[in-house]
């Protein structure tokens, strides 16, 4: 019984997690599709790459409210939702 109750707790506080983890995918989706397809300058290009890039990097190693923060930021500079 207590091992059933464990688990469930365990697999509650996991869900939110992999939900974040998602939404992760999906702004890297979007930014990516934006970078392909919009008009930009170089720097530009170079910054939206590079903060795409960590987003990534902190998505992966589990820093995804991180990741999604710096995601957010340049999905506003490219305005995308």
């Keep these: 019984m207590i091992k059933r109750i464990i688990l469930a707790a365990a697999l509650a506080a996991a869900l939110p997690g992999a939900a974040l983890a998602g939404q992760c995918e999906d702004d890297i989706a979007k ?3 934006a970078l392909a397809s919009m008009q ?3 720097d ?3 910054q939206l790459k590079d903060m795409r890039e960590q987003a990534q990097k902190l998505c992966n190693a589990g ?3 991180e990741g ?3 995601a957010s930021e340049a ?3 490219l305005n995308i939702e």
């Design 75 to 77: 999905k506003a500079m």
């Design 40 to 42: 930009l300058t170089p």
């Design 63 to 65: 820093n995804v409210q």
């Design 31 to 33: 930014i990516d599709k």
């Design 44 to 46: 530009e290009r170079a």
């Design 68 to 70: 999604l923060d710096v």
